[in-house]
T-cell receptor
């Protein structure tokens, strides 16, 4: 079992809809949680991070964390074709360290 | 402010050879970490350096090694290359003084082993 699981997709949503991306992790000691966006042929770019249970909002993005269920999600409101990319979930056990464990990513396609 | 610079961008080697990849972090960033990305395994952590010391190491064989210099630039070395080492190698820098642990990735070095 992989430590960080994501559905590979593709997840296809129409423009303007809400895209919901999900991630589960196996290590209960995980402390920090990140969402990276990676366009084809480009390097990953951090879009959200969350440490505490609950929701964290930044513009059109909302990260949700439930440590009891070992579940983290990313909601993208008003999806745009430019949001089409692979979204990588990453976790780390040790806050302050940079040893991230990544999921395999979910490919999102936003249809115009 | 210049981003993370990785050189070379592309590299072709044959089995058994060794290779050295270079990474220059963002000015002021003292933490440099390395990741391997393949279609099958995704992004996997190799190691992290801070102030010339290896702080963390991933689950890779000893053929993979790295170092960091006093100016925070880092190199990683892979000896006795295998076909399975073909991958995109990404370097990321971060500022440990920052509370958000934001990793800034370079464009990567695409290594092909023939």
């Amino acid at each position: 079992q992989k430590e960080v699981e994501q559905n590979s997709g593709p997840l296809s949503v129409p423009e303007g809809a809400i895209a919901s991306l999900n991630c589960t992790y196996s290590d209960r000691g995980s402390q920090s949680f990140f969402w990276y966006r990676q366009y084809s042929g480009k390097s990953p770019e951090l879009i959200m991070f969350i440490y505490s249970n609950g929701d964290k909002e930044d513009g059109r993005f909302t990260a949700q964390l439930n440590k009891a269920s070992q579940y983290v999600s990313l909601l993208i409101r008003d999806s745009q074709p430019s949001d089409s990319a692979t979204y990588l979930c990453a976790v780390t056990m040790d806050t302050g360290r940079r040893a991230l464990t990544f999921g395999s990513g979910t490919r999102l396609q936003v249809q115009p | 402010k210049a981003g993370v610079t990785q050189t070379p961008r592309y590299l072709i080697k044959t089995r058994g050879q060794q290779v050295t990849l270079s990474c220059s972090p963002i000015s002021g960033h003292r933490s440099v970490s390395w990741y391997q990305q393949t279609p099958g395994q995704g992004l996997q952590f190799l190691f992290e350096y801070f102030s010339e010391t290896q702080r963390n190491k991933g689950n890779f064989p000893g053929r993979f090694s790295g170092r960091q210099f006093s100016n925070s630039r880092s190199e990683m070395n892979v000896s006795t290359l295998e076909l399975g080492d073909s991958a995109l190698y990404l370097c990321a820098s971060s500022n440990p003084a920052s509370t958000n642990e934001k990793l800034f990735f370079g464009s990567g070095t695409q290594l092909s082993v023939l």
